[in-house]
């Protein structure tokens, strides 16, 4: 059983796929004619599949032999942003590109689902294939949840392509691989005055900056050196004259950090600094905190067993690892739930001029990553449903 031939055998259909999806993106929960193409791909290999509204989609292969259940993962959002590319299937929707790769996710797991119909007949067990709406706004793996998508799953495995990892080699590692994300807002309230007579004001600005350079005391003196732990603060709005003491300001920014346990008390570190600091300078302070997406945990056994996979497909020369990003994935909403893994794929190629960072308005990928993406997860399905239980 060549996986890796089989998926081959489907490339063409898969660019196509993968390009339609890429010349009509579209952004979170308004995922419709994706989900259309998805279903109408589906239903031409004969998988049962059921809707989750808005637009997610979760279908199952029943293998020739009972087993237990793996569960493998794309997204489907674009962003909404412009591209610039030339190529002939460049966005159609003016403001929204899939830059981030979601496109070929798509694409490759349709092609998996056609390489395990092959050799439904040496499937021992259930492979579920989960098309999941809005990753970029980090809904839509908790709506997948919600709806069951997870009900009797074992594992589940996901991957990202990456434009500036090249194509061919693909990269896994234990343990936390992407930050956790949080957002937040502070809105400060002094009193208005005369720029000449600051002293009869309230400088809500002045407390505002106080604020912003007090925070980064967090990730220098209260968390151990040897963790990773980000405060930034990427907005600022104060004032409305250049003579007029600010009565208001308003900031907005970002955490991430790679440990559950920092993640959950940065809120309080916070909210001490921010509401002492405003008080320092004789104005209030409000605090929001929203919690977005906890950190991408690989689970120990998967990502033994995911290594395995990749050196069967792509060689163990061709398998590396990258160190933690602070960026962030839904995907471990998933991994808070059941075992798995998340998995990075080469896609860029600088000989073609194909190397850019995701989200980068000129990002695109060499599309020999759509066969090895696919064969990776039909292989990766297949090692699961046979070793599973046993690690």
Known sequence: ?????????????????????????????????????????????????????????????????????????????ALPQPEKNNHDYVSRNPG??????????????????SVLTDIQDQVRGTIKLIFQPAEEIFGGARAIIEAGGLDG????????????????????????IMS?????????????GHGGLPHEGVDALLAAAAIVMNLQSITSREINPLETAVVSIGRLEAGTAYNIIAGTAMLEGTTRCFSEEI?????GKMERIIRNTASAYAADAEFDYTPSVPPTVNDDFCTRLVEKSIDTIFGREKRTQL?????????????????????????????????????HESFDIDEDAVELGAALYARYAMDFLNVAGTG
């Open 323 to 359: 160190a933690p990003v602070t960026g962030a994935e839904d995907f471990a909403f998933y991994l808070q739930q059941v075992p798995g893994v998340f998995v990075f794929l080469g896609g860029g190629n600088k000989e073609k001029g194909l190397a850019f960072p995701q989200h």
């Open 180 to 192: 956790a994300a949080n957002h937040f807002t502070v809105r400060v309230s002094g009193r208005s």
């Open 1 to 77: 059983m060549n996986i890796l031939k089989l998926a081959a055998d489907h490339r063409r259909r898969m660019v196509n796929l993968r390009r339609q999806f890429h010349m009509y993106p579209e952004t979170g929960w308004k995922e419709y004619e994706t989900c259309n193409k998805i279903q109408s791909a589906l239903d031409s290999l004969k998988i049962p599949f059921r809707s989750i509204p808005p637009t997610g989609i979760i279908a199952t292969i029943e293998g020739a032999q009972p087993g237990r259940t793996v569960a493998l993962r794309a997204d489907m959002d």
């Open 96 to 113: 929204v590109s899939h830059v981030c790769g979601h496109d070929a996710h798509m694409a490759m797991l349709l092609g998996a689902a």
């Open 153 to 176: 799953v074992d594992g589940i495995f996901g991957l990202h392509i990456l434009g500036n990892l090249p194509v061919g080699q693909a990269a896994v590692a234990p343990g936390a």
């Open 263 to 267: 993640n959950k008390d940065l809120p």
